[in-house]
């Protein structure tokens, strides 16, 4: 299955303020082959990261660095 992903997700798979739709979000990810995702979502994903959670900068590096399974 090949996927992309909205910030809505991203943000339920980081933050986990919704325990059920992180599950979901996860268990999605965990069965696609491909993840896209449009840098104008990485962007809004990394300012509400920001400015409504305030969660520290290298942390939120962190969080969007690409880890290939295959590797």
């Known amino acids: 299955m090949k996927i992309s992903l909205d910030t809505n997700v991203l943000l339920r798979l980081m933050v986990g303020d919704d325990v059920a739709q992180q599950r979901t979000a996860?268990?999605?990810?965990?069965?696609?082959?491909?993840?896209?995702?449009?840098?104008?979502?990485?962007?809004?994903?990394?300012?509400?990261?920001?400015?409504?959670?305030?969660?520290?900068?290298p942390d939120i590096s962190a969080s969007i660095r690409v880890k290939n399974k295959k590797q």
Do not use: K
């Open 26 to 57: 996860a268990g999605t990810l965990e069965g696609a082959e491909l993840v896209s995702i449009s840098v104008q979502a990485l962007c809004e994903f990394v300012w509400v990261l920001d400015r409504s959670y305030r969660v520290a900068r």
